[in-house]
């Protein structure tokens, strides 16, 4: 799977959007990018995933560049309950196990 | 519909007793995998199941640990002869398998074991 680079932390408003960046120039035609999220002391929860375009769920958005070298998820309106640990994954689905790995993230923390 | 269930969600044992930790995956999901996250750390993989396949063992760290599934259902890992180094949360998580787009696992809420 390809690699990917976050920033450690970041800071964001309650109410306001998250925008949490993500770099993955290795990527190949074929691999998803997927963001998960860690809450202290739960398991980790699947937030959202993409290939090229743009995706949006009920939970956050996924902007994809052309290029596909880069990626932003967005949490447009970010709650205290958004306070966790940031994870993007590059990958492609195969035969066999999908051993997820996950980086450093990024620590997101909204502030009242 | 309901998600990923384990249980216990917290357990304490003595170093030398054997535990063994339960998982419910989402119905309908084939796949399911072990993993393993000691605290500050990122998921370790353990095993991974899917359908009737031979399970993928590759993670496992030792003989003392072990794991089966019921056809497509509950899953449980073993941990025999317990020692300090196993104290961890064990994560469940379950996927619909396979496929040529994307595979999404969800995850259970863990089993926080603690070996004294």
């Known amino acids: 799977d390809a690699k990917t680079t976050q920033p450690p932390s970041m800071d964001c408003a309650e109410g306001r959007a998250a925008n949490l960046p993500c770099n993955h120039s290795?990527?190949?035609?074929?691999?998803?990018v997927y963001w998960y999220r860690q809450i202290h002391s739960q398991g980790p929860q699947y937030i959202i995933h993409?290939?090229?375009n743009n995706e949006t769920n009920e939970m956050a958005s996924l902007i994809i560049t052309e290029d596909r070298k880069s990626s932003t998820l967005i949490l447009p309106h970010a709650t205290l309950r958004d306070t966790a640990v940031y994870y993007c994954?590059?990958?492609?689905?195969?035969?066999?196990?999908?051993?997820?790995?996950f980086g450093q993230g990024t620590r997101l923390t909204i502030n009242p | 519909g309901a998600g990923v269930s384990q249980s216990p969600s917290n357990k304490v044992t003595e170093k030398g007793k054997d535990v063994e930790l339960r998982c419910d995956p989402i119905?309908?999901?084939?796949?399911l995998y072990w993993y393993r996250q000691r605290l500050g750390q990122g998921l370790e993989f353990l095993i991974y199941?899917?359908?009737?396949?031979?399970?993928?063992k590759s993670g496992l760290p030792s003989d003392r640990f072990s794991a089966e599934r019921t056809g497509e259902s509950v899953s449980t890992l073993t941990i025999q002869r317990t020692q300090q180094e196993d104290s961890a949360v064990y994560l469940c998580?379950?996927?619909?398998?396979?496929?040529?787009?994307?595979?999404?696992?969800?995850f259970g809420p863990g089993t926080r074991l603690l070996v004294l």
């Open positions: 998580a379950s996927s619909l398998g396979p496929r040529r787009s994307a595979e999404t696992q969800y």
């Open positions: 290795t990527i190949s035609g074929n691999e998803y």
């Open positions: 993409g290939l090229k």
């Open positions: 994954i590059v990958r492609f689905s195969i035969q066999g196990a999908q051993k997820l790995v």
């Open positions: 119905s309908g999901h084939t796949a």
């Open positions: 199941f899917q359908g009737n396949s031979a399970p993928d």
